[in-house]
Protein backbone atom coordinates (compact mmCIF):
# COMPACT_ATOMS: atom_id res chain seq x y z
CA UNK A 1 0.00 0.00 0.00
CA UNK A 2 1.09 3.38 -0.77
CA UNK A 3 0.46 5.07 2.63
CA UNK A 4 1.86 1.69 4.27
CA UNK A 5 3.32 3.73 8.00
CA UNK A 6 2.01 7.37 7.16
CA UNK A 7 0.44 8.63 10.08
CA UNK A 8 -2.65 10.86 9.83
CA UNK A 9 -4.76 12.49 12.52
CA UNK A 10 -8.30 13.04 11.36
CA UNK A 11 -10.11 15.48 13.08
CA UNK A 12 -14.13 15.58 11.99
CA UNK A 13 -17.09 16.11 14.28
CA UNK A 14 -19.28 14.53 12.14
CA UNK A 15 -19.38 10.53 13.01
CA UNK A 16 -21.02 9.17 9.61
CA UNK A 17 -17.75 11.56 7.74
CA UNK A 18 -15.23 10.41 9.85
CA UNK A 19 -15.99 6.64 9.33
CA UNK A 20 -16.04 7.26 5.67
CA UNK A 21 -12.81 8.96 5.94
CA UNK A 22 -11.58 6.28 8.50
CA UNK A 23 -12.40 3.66 5.62
CA UNK A 24 -10.98 5.94 2.73
CA UNK A 25 -7.44 6.24 4.41
CA UNK A 26 -7.23 2.71 6.14
CA UNK A 27 -7.61 1.13 2.11
CA UNK A 28 -4.95 4.23 1.31
CA UNK A 29 -2.72 2.02 4.12
CA UNK A 30 -2.16 4.92 6.68
CA UNK A 31 -2.29 4.60 10.03
CA UNK A 32 -5.05 6.72 11.13
CA UNK A 33 -5.66 8.74 14.77
CA UNK A 34 -9.12 10.42 15.12
CA UNK A 35 -10.31 13.24 17.07
CA UNK A 36 -14.56 14.68 17.15
CA UNK A 37 -13.32 17.98 17.02
CA UNK A 38 -10.30 20.41 17.24
CA UNK A 39 -9.86 20.75 21.16
CA UNK A 40 -9.72 16.84 20.91
CA UNK A 41 -7.37 16.51 17.89
CA UNK A 42 -5.02 19.92 19.76
CA UNK A 43 -5.12 17.69 23.05
CA UNK A 44 -3.73 14.10 21.48
CA UNK A 45 -1.05 16.72 19.66
CA UNK A 46 -0.34 18.18 23.04
CA UNK A 47 -0.62 14.68 24.53
CA UNK A 48 2.50 13.13 21.74
CA UNK A 49 4.17 15.73 22.54
CA UNK A 50 4.50 15.48 26.06
CA UNK A 51 5.40 11.66 26.24
CA UNK A 52 8.03 12.29 23.57
CA UNK A 53 5.54 10.05 20.73
CA UNK A 54 6.07 10.29 17.13
CA UNK A 55 3.63 13.44 16.42
CA UNK A 56 1.33 12.51 13.01
CA UNK A 57 2.60 12.79 9.62
CA UNK A 58 -0.21 14.97 8.03
CA UNK A 59 -3.43 16.75 10.07
CA UNK A 60 -6.45 16.07 7.35
CA UNK A 61 -9.34 18.55 9.56
CA UNK A 62 -13.00 19.84 8.87
CA UNK A 63 -13.53 23.62 9.40
CA UNK A 64 -16.60 23.72 11.33
CA UNK A 65 -16.55 22.10 14.55
CA UNK A 66 -17.97 22.51 18.17
CA UNK A 67 -15.38 23.48 20.83
CA UNK A 68 -12.23 24.35 18.28
CA UNK A 69 -12.67 24.92 14.32
CA UNK A 70 -10.16 23.53 12.40
CA UNK A 71 -9.16 27.03 11.40
CA UNK A 72 -8.54 27.69 14.88
CA UNK A 73 -6.59 24.54 15.23
CA UNK A 74 -4.62 24.72 11.75
CA UNK A 75 -3.51 28.12 14.03
CA UNK A 76 -2.76 26.47 16.90
CA UNK A 77 -0.09 24.07 15.06
CA UNK A 78 1.60 26.76 13.17
CA UNK A 79 2.48 28.63 15.92
CA UNK A 80 3.37 25.89 17.87
CA UNK A 81 7.38 25.15 17.47
CA UNK A 82 6.95 21.57 17.52
CA UNK A 83 4.00 21.29 15.21
CA UNK A 84 4.42 23.78 12.96
CA UNK A 85 5.65 22.52 9.76
CA UNK A 86 3.22 19.40 9.61
CA UNK A 87 1.32 19.04 6.50
CA UNK A 88 -2.39 20.36 7.00
CA UNK A 89 -5.28 19.35 4.98
CA UNK A 90 -8.49 20.98 5.34
CA UNK A 91 -11.92 19.28 4.45
CA UNK A 92 -14.74 21.07 4.31
CA UNK A 93 -18.11 21.05 2.76
CA UNK A 94 -18.48 25.26 3.10
CA UNK A 95 -17.62 27.04 -0.20
CA UNK A 96 -17.24 29.71 1.41
CA UNK A 97 -14.53 31.78 -0.22
CA UNK A 98 -13.16 33.31 2.91
CA UNK A 99 -12.34 30.61 4.53
CA UNK A 100 -10.14 28.51 1.87
CA UNK A 101 -8.37 32.43 1.60
CA UNK A 102 -8.09 32.37 5.45
CA UNK A 103 -6.67 29.06 5.53
CA UNK A 104 -4.35 29.42 2.92
CA UNK A 105 -3.37 33.08 4.65
CA UNK A 106 -2.89 30.41 7.82
CA UNK A 107 -0.70 28.13 5.21
CA UNK A 108 -2.54 24.83 4.66
CA UNK A 109 -1.14 22.36 2.89
CA UNK A 110 -4.22 21.63 0.88
CA UNK A 111 -7.81 22.50 0.74
CA UNK A 112 -10.66 20.46 -0.39
CA UNK A 113 -14.39 20.52 -0.59
CA UNK A 114 -16.14 17.46 0.97
CA UNK A 115 -16.47 14.87 -0.36
CA UNK A 116 -13.29 14.75 -1.41
CA UNK A 117 -11.95 13.15 -4.61
CA UNK A 118 -10.45 10.08 -3.58
CA UNK A 119 -7.97 9.85 -6.26
CA UNK A 120 -6.58 13.62 -5.57
CA UNK A 121 -6.53 12.87 -1.95
CA UNK A 122 -4.18 9.75 -2.25
CA UNK A 123 -2.30 11.84 -4.57
CA UNK A 124 -1.81 14.57 -2.02
CA UNK A 125 -0.86 11.86 0.32
CA UNK A 126 1.43 10.49 -1.99
CA UNK A 127 3.33 14.19 -2.46
CA UNK A 128 3.56 14.60 1.30
CA UNK A 129 5.12 11.07 1.63
CA UNK A 130 7.59 11.79 -0.75
Known sequence: MAGHNLKILLVEDSKAIRADLLATLVKYGADVTQAENGAAGWLLLQDLKRNNKKLPDVIISDINMP???????????RNDSSCKKLPFIILTSNKEE???MTALCLDVTAF?????????????LDKLRA
Not at 67 to 77: D, I, N, P
Open 98 to 100: LLK
Open 112 to 124: YIKPPNTAQLYTQ
Open 67 to 77: EMSGLQLLEKV
